[in-house]
């Protein structure tokens, strides 16, 4: 029996797909302690949790799972922040983090990275704001030029490299640091950068690596682009770069916290009156992102169920 607790019966082919591997239930707005009633109940022998991120409110965690007949968990992601996978020692956690023949086929958070730094160097959506108040004046909105600008990179990855071609489509200067493919230049990409967009994993070596020291050595006015994890920035550290003056801007599609009381959040609250623009964390929630990615944990998760038949 699987236990679905994300949205998946808009997304073509998803849900009868799932269903193909047996009896499904269906709770996309399940809560943490609901979640936890429902797979110890007697009788329910729920064996695997079909999630994603985007919609997940909460950590599937030791405390949640320690007394469940849950073995596996499926996640159409790339990104595992919101499993405990320190306590998944003992679980079948099926991803899409290595299966490159499919998220290569996902350019859609590499395109909402580029649409972001658009956005917030042309201000566009405080400019907007402005006119829905009956304004019209250009002068508080003057915005910036992508061939006369640098761009660092950090993270050469899949989503890295997709974002590189964009901005070098703009003529832009492109400034890359990913030491495990060869590129080590963060001190550069740091003093050199009018931009910088994050586009790496959450690890020890990147969790709040964007912190007060980072921000100090960056140019006056520069920008973040945050389409990672909330978990690689400081983001009290940044509201005060922002506050100052050092950096110009920052838009994100996560936030730290992302799975806990994401409306107490200091970096939402402050988007009102600082240059800060924040999305739902929809960077790969399109509709051919949705059907690529879902379909294909599914049929990754069909092989391993057949061969344990």
């Known amino acids: 029996m699987i236990i679905c607790i994300t949205p998946v019966k808009h997304i073509k082919g998803v849900y009868e797909n799932l269903c193909s591997l047996g009896e499904v239930i269906y709770e996309p707005y399940i809560t943490y302690d609901e979640l936890k009633e429902k797979i110890t109940e007697p009788g329910n022998i729920i064996t695997t949790i079909f999630t ?11 405390e949640l799972l320690i007394y469940s007949t849950v073995s596996h968990i499926i996640t159409a992601s790339t990104g595992l922040n919101h499993i405990d996978m320190d306590y998944m020692k003992n679980f079948y956690v099926h991803s899409l983090t290595t299966e490159y023949d499919i998220i290569e086929k996902i350019s859609s958070t590499a395109e909402h990275a580029f649409a972001l730094m658009m956005s917030l160097i042309r201000n566009i959506p405080k400019g907007f704001d402005d006119v829905k108040d009956g304004n019209w004046d250009y002068e508080k909105f003057i915005g910036r030029q992508l061939n006369q600008l640098t761009i660092g990179i950090i993270g050469y990855g899949r989503l890295g490299t997709m974002m590189e071609r964009y901005c070098k489509v703009f003529g832009m200067n492109i400034i890359i640091h990913d030491p495990y493919k060869g590129y080590d230049n963060l ?56 506050e100052s003056g050092k950096l110009k801007g920052y838009a994100t599609d996560v936030v730290d916290d992302e799975f806990g009381n994401i409306e107490n ?45």
């Open 52 to 62: 994603n991120p985007n919609k997940q409110t909460f950590k599937l965690d030791r």
């Open 265 to 309: 959040s200091e970096l939402i609250k402050r988007s009102s009156d600082l240059n800060i623009i924040v999305t739902p964390h929809i960077a790969g929630m399109t509709r051919e992102a949705q059907e690529i990615a879902y379909n294909g944990v599914i049929d990754k998760y069909k092989k391993v169920v057949r061969k344990e038949l």
């Open 187 to 242: 001190h550069r990409l740091i003093h050199e950068s009018n931009i910088i967009s994050l586009h790496v994993h959450v690890t020890d070596e990147t969790r709040k690596m964007i912190d007060k020291n980072f921000l100090f050595h960056m140019q006056k006015e520069s920008y973040i682009i945050n389409t990672s994890r909330g978990e690689i920035v400081n983001e009290n550290d940044i509201i005060q770069s922002l």
